[in-house]
């Protein structure tokens, strides 16, 4: 485990030089879209590695300055594809760590963005097979939050009902008309007496009595 530690700490030290390195040419060419990629590049790696060591809020910040590195080079090349692509990649990252975290609005609009990177990278160049299976991944992964789920919710009368939840990336991106209520919620004929509340969105539901 010390070995493992100790080539993780290794592997860090080696982003944080190769880090230096590109800062030190940006100060002399500020303006160089390779440099600047290669700088969110090892931003992207260490993020990588700093979520692995559970070390999440110094990931989220690599991601977003790996994100920012991008962002300066499509400033100036607004059709580098190293730099669409690989900014759609640093936001699905992000979006990963970001739903570990229970971030899911967040995760769920970086992942937006990340398709609009994918796709516009595939318009420049649509035989891309690397961009292109990146872009399906990430849409098969969005299609697939949709799934049903029991969920118990307390009720006035002094116990709780159980519920039937189906959550999609759609429920999730449009605000429901009612606040408080969630799409898609079908009560079931159960009624408990003293069971505690459960179930992953059990804080977010309420019933209309």
Not at 165 to 193: A, C, H, M, V
Request: hydrophobic share 40%; proline share 4%; with cysteine.
């Amino acid at each position: 485990m010390q070995a493992q530690l100790s080539e993780f700490e290794d592997a860090k030290q080696s982003y944080f030089e190769a880090l230096a390195a590109c800062n030190s040419v940006l100060l002399i060419a500020p303006d160089d879209i390779g440099v600047l990629n290669n700088k969110g590049k090892a931003l992207l790696s260490l993020g990588d590695l700093q979520a692995q060591l559970s070390e999440f809020e110094a990931a989220k910040q690599s991601y977003f300055e790996a994100i920012a590195a991008y962002n300066s080079v499509l400033l100036i090349a607004p059709d580098f594809i190293a730099a669409l692509t690989n900014k759609g990649k640093a936001l699905v990252r992000l979006g990963y760590l970001q739903e570990k975290l229970s971030e899911r609005q967040e995760a769920l609009k970086n992942w937006q963005k990340a398709l609009e990177m994918f796709d516009r990278s595939l318009a420049i160049a649509p035989n891309c097979e690397l961009v292109r299976n990146n872009r399906d991944v990430l849409q098969k992964y969005l299609n697939n939050l949709g799934r049903s789920q029991l969920v118990k919710v307390w009720h006035s009368g002094g116990g709780f009902v159980q519920l039937t939840y189906t959550e999609s990336s759609q429920d999730l991106r449009t605000p429901t008309k009612k606040p408080g209520f969630w799409p898609n919620l079908r009560i079931t004929t159960k009624y408990y007496r003293k069971n505690p509340v459960s179930g992953p969105h059990a804080s977010a539901l309420r019933l209309d009595t």
